[in-house]
């Protein structure tokens, strides 16, 4: 598939969700063929439904870690702490 370099966003943004106006907005502005251009249409289609899977299942999956992180944090009890010494600072002084 070409880069589509010649059509403008705002084309493109006119265009959403049209597969026809867009196959013919090809064929006019590269002047390639209709089938050549529905070729094009569909690979790009594709591509654009294996990025939002792969982007789903990345944010799932960075959900579910976050969910793990949140678990494995326990919170301190302040005086259990202070008793074996997790509050204290040790200073050695070497003369």
């Given at each position: 598939?070409?880069?589509?370099?010649?059509?403008?966003?705002?084309?493109?943004?006119?265009?959403?969700?049209?597969?026809?106006?867009?196959?013919?907005?090809?064929?006019?502005?590269?002047?390639?063929?209709k089938?050549?251009?529905?070729?094009?249409?569909?690979?790009?289609?594709?591509?654009?439904?294996?990025?939002?899977?792969?982007?789903?299942?990345?944010?799932?999956?960075?959900?579910?870690?976050?969910?793990?992180?949140?678990?494995?944090?326990?919170?301190?009890d302040?005086?259990?702490?202070?008793?074996?010494?997790?509050?204290q600072?040790?200073?050695?002084?070497?003369?």
């Amino acid at each position: 598939m070409q880069h589509w370099g010649k059509m403008m966003n705002d084309d493109l943004a006119a265009i959403a969700g049209k597969h026809e106006q867009l196959v013919g907005t090809l064929q006019e502005k590269y002047g390639i063929a209709k089938e050549e251009a529905k070729r094009q249409v569909d690979e790009f289609k594709k591509i654009v439904e294996q990025l939002k899977k792969s982007n789903a299942n990345l944010m799932k999956s960075q959900k579910s870690q976050s969910k793990r992180m949140k678990l494995n944090r326990k919170p301190v009890d302040a005086k259990r702490a202070s008793k074996k010494g997790h509050n204290q600072t040790k200073v050695s002084v070497r003369s």
